[in-house]
């Protein structure tokens, strides 16, 4: 079985530079975005993605293209950043950045800390591969699913977990099952 993450295109947030978590005010893609998410090239027998417009408009547009019907799995959700959502990045970087070092603590304003993420996502893509024994699924999420998803640290241990760039429409393969 193999995992064919794939980050979302850019996003109205995106450009803004405003911090996206779950926010449904986080808009849809830009026309960048767009075109993006339809110069990805990967192949597989299924698409599932996150619920997030962003996420679903990119795996609409790679579906289109591959002739496949997208399945939508909550769990592939970008992290809950409760206060931190609609605000400035740049504002905030130093607290996000210390989540990703310290990922028991929750964000300020009742979000997910890294350690939630980790097995939230990493329970969503066990139900995948227990449905989808074999196949090679197109996992359209976001940027913190995919960290978590390919690190080695175990946040749920409170070991930082790098916060490294995941560009947009990025795609990153994975075995699970495998070593990381």
């Known amino acids: 079985m193999a995992l064919h993450l794939v980050r979302h295109g850019q996003s109205e947030w995106n450009v803004a530079g405003r911090v996206q978590g779950q926010s449904p005010r986080a808009g849809g893609l830009t ?19 996150s619920d997030l417009p962003r996420a679903r408009e990119t795996a609409s547009i790679i579906a289109r293209r591959l002739g496949l019907p997208v399945l939508v ?17 740049a504002d905030v970087q130093p607290v996000i950045d210390g989540l990703w070092a310290d990922p028991r603590r929750p964000p300020p304003g009742g979000g ?10 990493h329970r969503a893509l066990a139900r995948l591969a227990a449905r989808h024994p074999r196949e090679e699924l197109i996992v359209v999420t976001h940027g913190g699913p995919v960290r978590v ?22 795609v990153i393969t994975v075995h699970p099952g495998a070593p990381v």
């Open 73 to 89: 799995e909550a769990g592939l959700r970008e992290q809950r950043l409760g206060a931190l959502e609609g605000r400035r990045f």
């Open 149 to 170: 998803a390919t690190t080695a640290a175990d946040p749920v241990l409170g070991e930082a977990v790098p916060r490294d760039a995941v560009g947009n429409a990025t």
């Open 112 to 121: 997910e800390s890294i350690a939630d993420l980790h097995r939230r996502v």
């Open 31 to 49: 026309a960048l975005g767009r075109e993006q998410a339809a110069a990805v090239r990967v192949n597989g027998t299924a698409i599932v993605t």
